[in-house]
């Protein structure tokens, strides 16, 4: 069998229900299965900002939640804590702002960044306490599962996995081979 054949494929294609960052008209898709404790996602995290400077229009990034709960505990919370600022308008400010302090995830953690992004708290907390997320979340992993995700960061440019490295000059290379 070809190379390509045996590659993993996304199952569920990037959609508007996904979030994502760039143009909706972009050539290139690269989407994310990530881990907001995981220290490879937030090392990842700094090369993809790096890289949507460089790419610009030509990439759009989306983000689905794989939280590794068995072994980072934070994980499930830090998701449904960046799915509930999406219910907000905010997705992409809690994302950046989670993998920015990794090393501070817990519930008074998530709800400080909620409070420093002008959040409606008293319904962010309802959304946490009441696992408003959860069901999202999960669709995300589960998605994940179907689509060969065992780890995090995975990558898939244009709905086939990345088996490379998440650095910057492997991520374009992958990009620009896809065109």
Not at 108 to 114: L, R, W
Not at 117 to 126: A, P, S
Request: hydrophobic share 40%; net charge negative.
């Amino acid at each position: 069998m070809s190379a390509t054949l045996d590659t993993p494929r996304l199952t569920v294609p990037v959609s508007e229900r996904d979030h994502v960052r760039g143009q909706a008209t972009a050539p290139l898709t690269l989407l994310e299965y990530g881990d907001y404790e995981c220290p490879f996602c937030g090392a990842a995290h700094a090369v993809l900002k790096q890289l949507l400077e460089i790419m610009g229009d030509e990439v759009r990034l989306a983000f689905r939640n794989f939280p590794l709960a068995e072994i980072h505990p934070r994980a499930q919370l830090a998701a449904e804590a960046a799915e509930s600022a999406a219910l907000q308008g905010r997705f992409w400010e809690m994302h950046d702002t989670l993998f920015e302090h990794q090393d501070r995830l817990d519930v008074q953690d998530v709800i400080g960044y909620a409070a420093a992004l002008r959040l409606d708290l008293q319904r962010f907390g309802t959304d946490l306490s009441q696992h408003t997320c959860a069901p999202r979340v999960r669709e995300d992993f589960l998605s994940g599962i179907r689509s060969g995700v065992n780890g995090t960061p995975t990558f898939f440019v244009n709905g086939v996995r990345h088996n490379g490295s998440y650095d910057l000059g492997s991520l374009i290379a992958a990009l620009r081979s896809a065109l």
